[in-house]
């Protein structure tokens, strides 16, 4: 009984442990900030966002640093350097 037990539980388990890995970083650790609760709207590399606007890797870990260090998040250097990378991947295509 224990056994069909386990084999239940692991049969569950494996697909969400699949898909787990499938998610960037980055994004874990940007959606646990709620950084949406502003670029929902603001959105991200958008014509009319002008103060920042960076318009390459270093830009953009500027402006990942500025965000975070306003909102107190605490991110440590690896940890920004994921978000930095999920933003890049799925909006602003820079080269490294
Ligand atoms: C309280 C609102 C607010 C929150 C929350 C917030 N931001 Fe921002 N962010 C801004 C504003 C305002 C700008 C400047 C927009 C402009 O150019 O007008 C900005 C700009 C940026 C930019 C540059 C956008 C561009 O393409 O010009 C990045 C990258 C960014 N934020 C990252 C983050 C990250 C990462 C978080 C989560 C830690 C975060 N922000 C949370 C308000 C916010």
Redo the contacts with the bound molecule.
Sequence with gaps: MKLLHKSIFLTLLTPMAVMAEDVHPGKVL?DD???M???AD?G???P???????TDIKG?QK??S???N??S?G?FDDEKQD?VDY?NKT??HFDH
């Design positions: 940007h900030a709620n950084c609760r502003c670029h603001l991200y590399n958008q009319d966002l002008t103060k920042m606007a960076p953009l402006a990942v500025f965000c975070d306003n909102l998040i991110w978000v933003l909006y602003y």
